[in-house]
């Protein structure tokens, strides 16, 4: 008999109006999303359709004095729209988790590494000082970063953009969130370190059962890792389905389109060839 699992994240009705000297602008129209532990829901869409907007929602990051928000944000069964921001300091990082397409911008470029994964992992969890900076290294070398002792010694703007995503994922896996969002999280990265990341990604929710909200207009990252998929445009969603279902069928004639941007590489080999190549 197979017992299902409370889901990891609902989102229900989530509306989203930007406070302007004349009628309130919406920026996003009633969303709804579910997902359920260990799985990935990716989010795609152009910019501007309200993939990041919906991140910062579900963190409770919008500035209040500018933007009304209304629906329900439910993390395990709590409903996180109604918690304090002391509630949600404490909540993030520790249960929800969050890789930035910069990761320089989740960094404090006046502290080693070493300084700010130690101080996370003591503020979340109950370790002394000598055993986070264990715990720490041991975490960045399952990330397979060179020489992680000497690296704990460095300052962000030392590491590469692929290496900074590894240290956050890093600290993910060691608090072992129960959601990690990830926004763009490869964006800026060559292949082999997108590749990489994505590896790590999908261990952490092996291990660790996290479920992650991928978001992304990179349509092969979204193939890669996500269970379903949400496509967003325009502030609101017009299609979700399951990955495969949505590649190979999709209903929305924005999501046909979206798909069509697609590199192919049969049809990239062919035009080469054609020009001689």
């Given amino acids: 008999m197979t017992v299902e699992l409370p889901n990891v ?20 129209e009633p969303v709804n999303l579910t997902l359920a532990p260990g799985r990935v829901l990716g989010i795609v869409g152009e910019s501007g359709s309200g993939k990041s907007l919906t ?24 409903e996180l729209n109604a918690m304090s921001a ?29 300084a700010q994964f130690v101080e996370t992992l003591r503020t979340h969890t109950g370790l002394s000082r000598r055993q986070a ?23 962000p703007f030392q590491l590469s953009g692929g290496m900074l995503q590894r240290v956050m994922i890093a600290i993910s896996m060691c608090l072992r969130p129960a959601l990690l969002i990830a926004d763009e999280p ?8 997108q590749l990489q990341v994505l590896r ?13 909200l991928l978001i992304s207009h990179d349509l092969g990252v979204i193939s890669q890792l996500a269970d ?22 999709p209903v929305h004639e924005y999501t046909r389109l979206l798909l069509q941007t697609r590199p192919h ?12 190549e």
């Fill in 133 to 155: 900076k264990e715990q720490a290294i041991a975490a960045l070398t399952r990330m397979n970063l060179p020489e992680p002792a000497s690296l704990m010694r460095k300052y």
């Fill in 228 to 249: 379903e998929v949400a496509v967003m445009q325009k502030g609101r969603i017009v299609e979700q389905a399951d990955v495969y279902q949505l590649f190979d069928q």
């Fill in 86 to 114: 002391g509630e949600m300091q404490r909540i993030r990082g520790r249960e929800i988790g969050c890789i930035m397409q910069n990761p320089m911008n989740a960094f404090t470029p006046v502290y080693t590494i070493g």
């Fill in 265 to 276: 590489p049969l049809r990239q080999k062919e035009d080469h060839c054609a020009a001689g």
């Fill in 200 to 212: 790590e990604l999908d261990r952490l929710r092996t291990e660790c059962g996290t479920s992650i």
């Fill in 9 to 28: 994240l609902e989102v229900r009705d989530l509306h989203i109006r930007l406070r302007t000297d004349n009628e309130p602008m919406t920026l996003l």
């Fill in 186 to 193: 490869t964006t800026a990265l060559d292949v082999v370190n």
């Fill in 55 to 78: 991140c910062s929602a579900i963190l409770q990051m919008l500035n209040p004095r500018r933007m009304d928000v209304s629906g329900t944000v439910r993390l395990q069964g709590r």
